[in-house]
T-cell receptor, first 115, second 112 residues
Framework: RKEVEQDPGPFNVPEGATVAFNCTYSNSASQSFFWYRQDCRKEPKLLMSVYSSGNEDGRFTAQLNRASQYISLLIRDSKLSDSATYLCVVTSGGSGAGNNRKLIWGLGTSLAVNP | NAGVTQTPKFQVLKTGQSMTLQCAQDMNHNSMYWYRQDPGMGLRLIYYSASEGTTDKGEVPNGYNVSRLNKREFSLRLESAAPSQTSVYFC???????????FGSGTRLTVV
């Protein structure tokens, strides 16, 4: 099993739609969780951290389910500019030296928002 | 604008040539990282520097060396380039070890 798994998509949705992505992770010791967005041929950019209680930033909502080891990202009222690849990222966990400094990156979910 | 600056943006090397990728950040971040991104493989950590004066290997360090020149600068060197090192390289920095990375715009390297 991959450490971080995401449905690669692509998800094709019309403008204004609500779309949700899930991401599962294998290491129950992971402590921190993030969503990054990456536009085609550009660098990843932090979209939001994911907190245990769930968190919202405008049209974006992130949720964490530790028991089932997955995180989710919900995008409401999709815009054309939301078209990108969304990367799920978790910390590697573990107690070894340096382990808590490493992020494990998913391969990303591709979203295309259509007019 | 403040951020992470990488040079060069594009590079073509012949097998066996060497080169250094430069990275500088002006956000006073302690930690810096070098990643490579390949289709189907995602982002893989090559080397990182948790703080000035320290460097550690990541997942795929073979064929690379790094130097944390000062708090701002973290360079990646390919001593003898191989076609398997054709990739997009990203430098990143963060204020603390694994939180809120800021990435540079990347270097697209082709080794022929």
């Amino acid at each position: 099993r991959k450490e971080v798994e995401q449905d690669p998509g692509p998800f094709n949705v019309p403008e204004g739609a609500t779309v949700a992505f899930n991401c599962t992770y294998s290491n129950s010791a992971s402590q921190s969780f993030f969503w990054y967005r990456q536009d085609c041929r550009k660098e990843p950019k932090l979209l939001m951290s994911v907190y245990s209680s769930g968190n919202e930033d405008g049209r974006f909502t992130a949720q964490l389910n530790r028991a089932s080891q997955y995180i989710s990202l919900l995008i409401r009222d999709s815009k054309l500019s939301d078209s990108a690849t969304y990367l799920c990222v978790v910390t590697s966990g573990g107690s070894g030296a340096g382990n808590n400094r490493k992020l494990i990156w998913g391969l990303g979910t591709s979203l295309a928002v259509n007019p | 604008n403040a951020g992470v600056t990488q040079t060069p943006k594009f590079q073509v090397l012949k097998t066996g040539q060497s080169m250094t990728l430069q990275c500088a950040q002006d956000m006073n971040h302690n930690s810096m990282y070098w990643y490579r991104q390949d289709p189907g493989m995602g982002l893989r950590l090559i080397y990182y520097s948790a703080s000035e004066g320290t460097t550690d290997k990541g997942e795929v360090p073979n064929g690379y060396n790094v130097s944390r020149l000062n708090k701002r600068e973290f360079s990646l060197r390919l001593e003898s380039a191989a076609p398997s090192q054709t990739s997009v390289y990203f430098c990143a920095s963060s204020s603390r070890a694994y939180y809120g990375y800021t990435f540079g715009s990347g270097t697209r390297l082709t080794v022929v």
